[in-house]
DNA sequence: CGCGATTTAATTGTATGCAATTGATTAGGA
DNA sequence: TCCTAATCAATTGCATACAATTAAATCGCG
C-alpha cells in the first residue's frame, strides 16, 4: 500500500524547508519598500543593525552574527561604504583586521529605521507573542541544523 | 526611561526575519552534501519536486508554486536542461508558454532523491511533530505576507 | 473582424551567497 | 629566534533572486 500522500516526504507542501525559504523571500518583498525608503538592502539593514549595537567591529565578528563569509561581506560592505553609511579602516593592532564603522549618516539613519519594525508587524498580521515564540523556535532549530554540521 | 534592551526591535536578536533568515541558510547548509550527490542546488531540487508531483507544466505554474519569476527561472531551467534533467518544449496550445517536462534522467532521479529528507530530518533533531506544527506556523505567517503584499 | 490590453518567457542589470583560493599578517611551538 | 600553522580579508567563479524592460502570442471588447 502507497503512503499517504500528505506524508509523503518529498511533497512541496510537507518540507518545512521550503517554508521557512518561502516565508523568508516572503518577508524579503514586505522589507523592500520599507528599506528603499532608507536606500538599503535587507543585508545591509543586517549590517546597519549590528553596528547600531556596537560600533566599530572587524568584518569577521559581522559574519559571525550574520552567518556570512568575506565573500559576501566584502563587496556588501564596499558599497555601503560607497553610499557614505560606513568606514572600512585596516586596524592598527592587527592588520588582517578590517575594521568597521558608522559615518554620522550611517548613524542617524537609525532614526528612519525606526519605522520599520513597525511596518513589518503590521503585515504580518501577528501578535508580537506570537512572532516571538515562532522566532524562539526557529532560533533553536537553526542552532540544532548548525550544530549539525560540525560534527 | 529606555525601552527593555531585550524588547528593542531594532536588535537583530529580536527580529523574526533574521530568524528565518538564518534559518534558511542552515537549512541550504546543511541540504549541500546530500543535493551535492544528486547534482541539484536547493532551488533546482524545488523544481525537481514540483515535476515529481505533476510533469508537463508551464514556467508559470512553478514560478506560482516556488514564489520565483521568469528572471529566475529561466537561466535555472536552461541549467538543468543542460545537465539533461528536463526538456524545454514551446508549448502548442499556446505558443507563449514553455513545458517544463522530465527526461528519464530527472524521473529516475526521484529514487536517489529518497534519501534526502530522512537526512534533513536526522540533521535537525526535532520530532516530525515539532517540524510539521513550524511548518504550518510559518506558512500562515507567509501567506499573511504575501497577503499584506497585494493590497 | 480588428486592435489595444494582457499574458508569458526571455533578457538586462544589480545584489546577494558560497566554495575555493590567494596574500598578508600574526601566533605558537621547537 | 625561526619557521610553520592559523587567521583574516579579498578575490574569482558560479548560481540564485528580483526589478524593469522587451518581444511574441493570445484575449477580449467594440
Redesign the pocket.
Known amino acids: 500500500m502507497a503512503r499517504k500522500p500528505a506524508l509523503d516526504p518529498l511533497l512541496l507542501g510537507n518540507q518545512i524547508c521550503f517554508a521557512v ?1 518561502s516565508t523568508a ?1 516572503a518577508f ?2 514586505v522589507y ?1 519598500p520599507l528599506l528603499d525608503k532608507l536606500g538599503l ?4 539593514y ?1 549590517v546597519m543593525m549590528v553596528l547600531w549595537e556596537r560600533d566599530g567591529v ?4 559581522i ?1 559571525e552574527k ?15 561604504e560607497a553610499a557614505n553609511l560606513i568606514k ?1 579602516t ?10 568597521i564603522a558608522l559615518t554620522p549618516q550611517g548613524h542617524a539613519l537609525k532614526e528612519k529605521a525606526r519605522a520599520v519594525p513597525e511596518g513589518i508587524l503590521a503585515s504580518s498580521t501577528c501578535s508580537v507573542g506570537e512572532l516571538l515564540a515562532m522566532k524562539n523556535e526557529l532560533v533553536a532549530l537553526r542552532d540544532k541544523l548548525n550544530a549539525a554540521l560540525g560534527e
Open positions: 525559504y523571500h524579503n518583498r523592500k538592502t535587507y543585508p545591509q543586517l572587524p568584518v569577521k565578528d559574519g550574520l552567518f556570512l563569509d568575506s565573500g559576501t561581506l566584502t563587496p556588501l560592505l564596499k558599497r555601503m572600512r585596516r586596524s592598527t593592532q592587527d592588520e588582517r583586521q578590517v575594521l
